[in-house]
């Protein structure tokens, strides 16, 4: 990413935010097959993961996964309710999932949310792309989010092997 700021890994996790483009990238390595972790990016799990303690709590998700299919989701941030929207613009199970990311109630045009699972030795690296962001400060919120729900989502699939 051009004139990105890298952040120290977090939990394994690198998330890097340029505010010149609204794009955050966040990757990370987990051990387990492309089809486990799909599911965990496109269901109700996401609530297990979507959070960031004392920033934000995912408490409800729901989603048509499919091409064109809506997804929503509901919870607390910054001690206020929040709801997200989207539309899921690409579904390659399970390699690939695209979709749109609205914050209800926001002036800002929709954000594209990307995450592409790639299976190697040992487990999956997933890059997630969030580009579309409206400005500095909601790229490095976004960005922390990331790699805290990254990393919490890693902490999920490690204990399924214990």
Request: net charge negative.
């Amino acid at each position: 990413m051009t004139d990105a700021q890298t952040r120290a890994p977090h939990g394994g996790v690198t998330a890097t935010t340029d505010p010149t483009t609204g794009e955050v990238e966040a990757s990370a390595l987990f051990g387990t097959t492309p089809e486990r972790l799909f599911r965990a990016i496109t269901t109700k799990e996401i609530c297990t993961w979507w959070v960031r303690p004392g920033v934000f709590n995912t408490e409800d998700w729901s989603g048509d996964v499919r091409e064109g299919g809506r997804w929503a989701a509901a919870g607390i941030g910054g001690g206020q309710p929040y709801q997200l929207e989207g539309e899921f613009v690409t579904v390659e199970d399970p390699r690939r999932l695209a979709q749109t990311w609205t914050p209800v109630g926001a002036p800002f045009e929709p954000a594209l949310l990307t995450y592409d699972l790639t299976p190697q030795p040992g487990g999956v690296h997933l890059t997630l792309r969030h580009s579309g962001l409206p400005n500095a400060d909601v790229c490095e919120k976004t960005r922390a989010g990331w790699e805290t729900s990254l990393a919490r989502l890693q902490e999920i699939i490690a204990a399924e092997k214990e």
